[in-house]
Structures are given as C-alpha cells and as structure tokens.
C-alpha cells in the first residue's frame, strides 16, 4: 500500500483542469436567477458565501434564469426577457459570483439593483424589440469580501463571416444541470459548445438589429450567454434565442453582436451611496 499511495499521491482530485483562454471567459460568465433562501446582507469582514464543502449544497442552489455577462465595473449585460422572467415571479433578482481557490468553488450571491432597457441610438428610446439589458450590480470588492468576476474584453463582431468558428459559453438547462449526475453534484460553473457562424441575418427595419446565427443549440438557462472567439477569448456577441422542434433544442441560435452591446454598455455610468 505504501507504493500505492506513493504512485497515486499526485493525482489532482480537486483540480478543475488547467487555465485555458475559454475557463477565463468562463470567470466573467455568472448565473442570474432567484435564490431559494434569505441571503445574510454583505458586510465587511462576513463572508455570506456557499462552497462546494457545504453538504447541504443542493438545497442553497439558485433557480437559474439566464447567464449575465460581466461587461464592466458594475455592469452585467444578459436578455430582456431573462429580466422579465424574475420580475413576472415577483421576487427580486441576483446574480451568483464563483471564488474560485485550489479545492474549493465559493458561491456569493449578489442582488441586482436595477435592469436598463436597451435604448436604440437611432431614435434614442427603448427599443423592446432588441432583447437586451444592462444590470447595475455595484460590487465593492475588498479582502473580506473579494469580487473576483473579470470583465470581458469585447470583439470585433462586424469583421464576422459565415464559417467562422466560435464558442458559446453559459448555463444550459439553468439549475438542472448541476443535478444531473449522481455524485459530482452541485458545482456551479459555466458549460461550452463549439460551432461556427452559421448565417448572419441584417436588419429588415429600423426596429431590428443585425443577428448572428449560431450552429449551437442552447438550451434554457443559455440565454444572456456569450459568443466567444476561440483564439483570443473575445465576446463577439450574446445568446438571446434557440429553434426548437417538439420541445427539442436545433442547432440553431441567435445573438445580438458585440458591436450593438459594447457601446450601449460604455455610455452607462451611475453612482453609489
């Protein structure tokens, strides 16, 4: 036993595999959804987070709406319609931001202080047809309290083509998906599927955007989730629809290009108290 244990005492058990330039992307891409429980108010030296060694992990999951993109200080892009879902429950929304250290994933839940309408430039008003928004989520980080989600950087969506390869990141299947194995359970963390730009659709009227079309089925959860360019790791858009069939996720999804998100993004500023 003693060689045994001397062959076996490098394996990784804890390990969630090397840093790649997608597992980074993955840092910025965080749940939105409701919380089954109470969360204790966020104060300096008192950390309200969950981890991975909590056996109770499962009752504390949150019920997984959409993936928000960490787009700035502050500010989260994800689907109107992610933002409509929590506010027809009536209950208030939050955003779940992963620690991440060697052994150990801590989950710190985050509540969404309001939600921005995409306005269009065209006609500087709310364009509802353009299922995007940006949430204001004022995260103070500090060394009791670390906020540890990067911001992305965005691509050049417009320099785009049909064929070109792409990664779609975000939670597929929302809260269910880290329920369905029978041991590994209840780790929160973002999925990827690669495929490639399969059309790009321009817009027919003022009301509409360019849409990039994606040879990816998402699944529900997906929406608000990331077009990342495999190479660089830059966003070059966002997940706001899938085709499905009979209830069946297509290869086919939809999402608004960075070169319509980045600078809606840019020009909101706010204060804190």
């Not at 955007?209 to 929406?223: D, E, N, P, Y």
């Amino acid at each position: 036993m003693d060689k045994y244990k001397e062959l076996t005492k490098d394996i990784p058990w804890n390990s969630a595999g090397k840093e790649t330039v997608i597992s980074k992307v993955g840092r910025s891409l965080v749940p939105v959804g409701i919380l089954p429980f109470q969360p204790q108010p966020i104060k300096e030296g008192k950390i309200p987070y969950i981890t991975n060694e909590n056996p109770d992990r499962e009752k504390y999951l949150m019920n997984i709406v959409g993936t928000s993109i960490q787009a700035g200080k502050g500010k989260l892009v994800t689907c109107g319609h992610v933002v409509e879902a929590i506010v027809n429950q009536k209950a208030s929304g939050y955003i779940l931001a992963r620690l991440l250290r060697k052994g150990l994933v801590a989950y710190t839940p985050y509540p969404i202080q309001t939600a921005l309408k995409y306005v269009d430039p065209r006609t500087d008003k709310v364009n509802k047809d353009v299922d995007l928004s940006v949430l204001i989520v004022p995260a103070k980080s500090t060394e009791q309290v670390p906020y540890e989600v990067p911001d992305i950087e965005w691509g050049d969506s417009s320099q785009l083509g049909v064929g070109d390869p792409v990664i779609v990141g975000g939670y597929p299947h929302g809260t269910e998906m880290f329920k369905f194995t029978q041991s590994n359970r209840g780790i929160v963390q973002p999925t990827f599927y690669n495929g490639i730009i399969s059309a790009i659709l321009p817009a027919t009227n003022s009301k509409e955007t360019r849409i990039l079309q994606v040879s990816v089925a998402s699944a529900g959860g997906m929406s608000g989730g990331a077009i990342i360019e495999p190479s660089s790791g830059k966003v070059m858009g966002m997940i706001t629809s899938c085709v499905h069939s009979n209830g069946i996720p297509q290869s086919i999804s939809y999402a608004i290009p960075s070169e319509i998100i980045a600078p809606y993004v840019e020009i909101i500023t706010f204060k804190t108290k």
